[in-house]
Nanobody, 126 residues
Framework: QVQLLESGGGSVQAGGSLRLSCAVS????????LAWFRRTPGKEREGVVA????????YYVDSVKGRFTATLDNANNTLYLQMNSLKPEDTAVYYC???????????????????WGQGTQVTVSS
């Protein structure tokens, strides 16, 4: 059973940093994609970054490129999202997510994710 549990959200001023964590269990890295999404009230859920475990492949949405970095600690089964130079428009509930993939498939998009964490709130004030 896939379980994803986010933590690390909070409030920060514009220009600040936060690191989100997602405890991952119940997945096999060679057959799953992992991703971070976010949702702002009144807007569609947005993919932030998709990673292909066991590879160096990461796919970022343009709005966070150069500011956000995802890392996967395989030993501790934890997915991180380091967020720097935060902007008020980054305010959202952030979710980690997982989906199955064929072996060798590179995770380059934000579709077909079926496993979700409960989310963690990030608030950036100006």
């Amino acid at each position: 059973q896939v379980q994803l549990l986010e933590s690390g959200g909070g409030s920060v001023q514009a220009g600040g940093s936060l690191r989100l964590s997602c405890a991952v269990s119940g997945i096999i890295y060679s057959t799953h994609c992992l991703a971070w999404f976010r949702r702002t009230p009144g807007k569609e859920r947005e993919g932030v970054v998709a990673i292909t475990p066991s590879s160096s492949s990461q796919y970022y949405v343009d709005s966070v490129k150069g500011r956000f970095t995802a890392t996967l600690d395989n030993a501790n089964n934890t997915l991180y999202l380091q967020m720097n130079s935060l902007k008020p428009e980054d305010t959202a509930v952030y979710y980690c997510a997982a989906r199955r993939r064929p072996i060798g498939f590179i995770c380059l998009g934000f579709v077909e994710y079926v496993n979700w964490g409960q989310g963690t709130q990030v608030t950036v004030s100006s």
